[in-house]
């Protein structure tokens, strides 16, 4: 185990668990953050097997729903007592981590998607919680507009302005997003680090280290 805390980062698991075990060190992590898309339109029942599992790995989470999850997903996170969607944590090392899961509008019709206006009701809620932390973590399952992380076949951005717009204005260390599983990439908007490591049954997860120097983050692949 390395001299830093760190976090594993993931997202669209998609009901495949089978990458988390793979992934190095999983265990000794300060704990296991899904950014959406635990299920492909699932509800409770399915969502419960993806939680099982990553408690098996690492029994510390933060999770939230995608727009892949049904909305009863999001009562049962809560009810577990690690739902970020609206809301944000600040862990025992003193980073919040605060989250806006659902996604902007697709063309798929999935279970859970919102417009932006709700999206940036959410993130100024889920700010609120940790805005005194001066280490801060935004988990958004929609990626911000207008980055690497965004785009998809022929060169199309797909993000959300609202996240783009709480990004330009909190300025949070990192952004773990997901959503938009061939736009693997880190980017940046001003200081932050915008990290997608994509689908999570490819092997792409993030690792997201507080060391002497602030919060840092990494694509990796298990």
Same mark, same amino acid.
């Given at each position: 185990?390395?001299?830093? &805390?760190?976090? $594993?980062?993931?997202? %669209?698991?998609? %009901? ?9 060190? $999983? ?5 296991? @953050? ?10 409770? &029942? ?12 690492? #029994? ?10 049904? %909305? ?9 007592? $690690? ?10 090392? *003193? ?11 697709? #063309?798929?019709?999935? #279970?859970?998607?919102? *417009? ?12 609120? /919680? @940790? ?7 935004? @988990?958004?399952?929609? #990626?911000?507009?207008?980055? /690497? &992380? ?13 996240? !783009? ?29 915008? $990290? ?21 983050? !990494?694509?990796?692949?298990?």
């Amino acid at each position: 185990m390395t001299g830093t &805390a760190f976090w $594993i980062g993931v997202g %669209d698991i998609h %009901d495949d668990v089978s990458a988390l075990g793979r992934i190095p060190e $999983i265990s000794d992590a300060a704990g296991i @953050v899904i950014s959406g898309d635990l299920t492909v339109r699932g509800g409770v &029942a399915d969502a419960k097997r993806v939680i099982a599992t990553a408690r098996g790995h690492n #029994p510390v989470l933060l999770a939230q729903i995608g727009n892949m999850d049904k %909305d009863e997903v999001d009562a049962y996170l809560t009810a577990e007592g $690690i739902n970020i969607h609206a809301t944000g944590r600040v862990t025992p090392q *003193g980073v919040g981590f605060f989250g806006c899961g659902w996604s902007t509008p697709t #063309p798929f019709g999935t #279970p859970s998607e919102a *417009g932006e206006d709700r999206i940036a009701a959410w993130l100024d809620a889920a700010h609120g /919680a @940790v805005a005194h932390c001066p280490l801060l973590v935004l @988990v958004s399952h929609t #990626p911000p507009l207008g980055t /690497a &992380a965004d785009v998809v076949g022929g060169g199309t951005h797909v993000g959300s302005r609202a996240v !783009r717009d709480c990004i330009e204005r909190v300025q949070p260390d990192i952004c773990l997003t997901g959503h938009i599983h061939e736009a693997t990439a880190v980017d940046r908007i001003g200081r932050t680090v915008i $990290i997608n490591p994509g689908l999570s049954a490819a092997g792409g997860f993030a690792r997201i280290e507080l060391g002497p120097q602030g919060l840092s983050a !990494r694509l990796c692949r298990a």
